[in-house]
């Protein structure tokens, strides 16, 4: 008899952050853009490495202990990034997946975010502040590309876990978690609005 399994799955959480608990959305983006505007290095960081946009990646890592409302986020992400842990059959042993770093980014018109993967993380992932319509999705690389060597591409209409690419376009208040060794970028947005997201890494400390 012929059998056809899947093998060595790579697994996205897709949640919406409301299911283990509550922010204001209205506070949320207001403070990411408050933020923006007064992180002066963060701004200069941005313009001197050619980052259109803003992001506080490189100038801000407290953010948690600056704003309540970061913290309130980290509660929140806590239980999603454990129920994605139970998920993926981790082993923890004695050790936990704890917060290790957390920053803004906002993407105006002709902004992108380069392919890219997270070192020194074990769960990576993204919430969603301001998705205007149109708004660049996330695109997730199939991460055996580079070994498929002489293969053919995927027809248009293979199974989404055939394909080379996803693309996922979430939604206000929704947050994507990934193992950090997942390929993903953010195509060029094409759109007016700003794109704002708050993104983060967990490590196993």
């Known amino acids: 008899m012929t059998q056809i399994k899947s093998l060595f799955a790579t697994r996205l959480y897709h949640a919406q952050l409301s299911e283990h608990g509550d922010i204001s959305a209205q506070e949320f983006e207001a ?9 002066e290095a963060g701004q200069d960081w941005c313009e001197e490495n050619g980052y259109a946009g803003y992001t506080s ?3 801000l890592d407290d953010l948690p ?7 309130d986020l980290v509660k929140i992400l806590d239980k999603h990034v454990a129920a994605f842990a139970t998920d993926l059959a981790f082993d923890l042993g004695d050790r936990a997946l704890k917060l290790d770093s957390l920053w803004i980014n906002i993407l105006p018109e002709g902004g992108i975010h380069t392919a890219h993967i997270h070192p020194h993380s074990v769960i990576s992932g993204t919430t969603y502040v301001t998705m205007p319509e149109g708004a660049s999705a ?6 055996r590309l580079a070994m498929m060597m002489a293969a053919p591409g995927r027809t248009k209409d293979a199974p989404e876990e055939l394909r080379q690419f ?4 979430p939604a ?12 993903h970028e953010v195509p060029m947005n094409m ?7 708050v993104s983060f890494n967990y490590a196993w400390v």
């Open 31 to 39: 403070s990411c853009i408050a933020i923006a505007n007064d992180d």
């Open 57 to 59: 990646y490189a100038s």
């Open 65 to 71: 202990y600056r704003f309540p409302i970061f913290a």
């Open 138 to 143: 996330i695109k997730f690389e199939d991460p």
């Open 166 to 169: 996803i693309y996922v376009a």
């Open 172 to 183: 206000v208040g929704d947050v994507l978690l990934w193992e950090s060794w997942l390929r």
């Open 191 to 197: 759109i007016e609005e700003d794109r704002v997201s």
